[in-house]
């Protein structure tokens, strides 16, 4: 069993930068790959990155490819998300996931309970 919890979520203005921690707990984290999604009121819930477990392959949305970096720091049971040049169209609660299959999709055994990010015009 593994439990996750996001932080780093808040406002901030267009053009500005967040980073979200998510902590995980139980299983070590380094055997997992683990993915950011979001979702925003009445949309669903949508892919944002991903990284393997050993952190070697990473991947990304393409509307925030460039803009955002994932990591993962093994030793602390962390993944992070550096958002950067933020917009209001990434306004959402943002999911730290974790799951045995690097993938974009929402096919992850693990959910965290989400942090807000609001992005202000």
């Known amino acids: 069993q593994v439990q996750l919890v996001e932080s780093g979520g808040g406002l901030v203005q267009a053009g500005g930068s967040l980073r979200l921690s998510c902590a995980a707990s139980?299983?070590?984290?380094?055997?997992?790959?683990m993915g950011w999604f979001r979702q925003a009121p009445g949309k669903e819930r949508e892919f944002v990155a991903a990284?393997?477990?050993?952190?070697?392959?990473?991947s990304y949305a393409d509307s925030v490819k460039g803009r955002f970096t994932i990591s993962r720091a093994n030793a602390k049971n962390t993944v992070y998300l550096q958002m950067n040049r933020l917009k209001p169209e990434d306004t959402a609660l943002y999911y730290c996931?974790?799951?045995?299959?690097?993938?974009?999709?929402?096919?992850?055994?693990?959910w965290g309970q989400g942090t807000q990010v609001t992005v202000s015009s």
């Open positions: 996931a974790a799951g045995v299959v690097f993938t974009s999709t929402r096919d992850y055994h693990y």
């Open positions: 139980g299983r070590a984290v380094g055997t997992y790959a």
């Open positions: 990284i393997s477990s050993s952190g070697a392959v990473t």
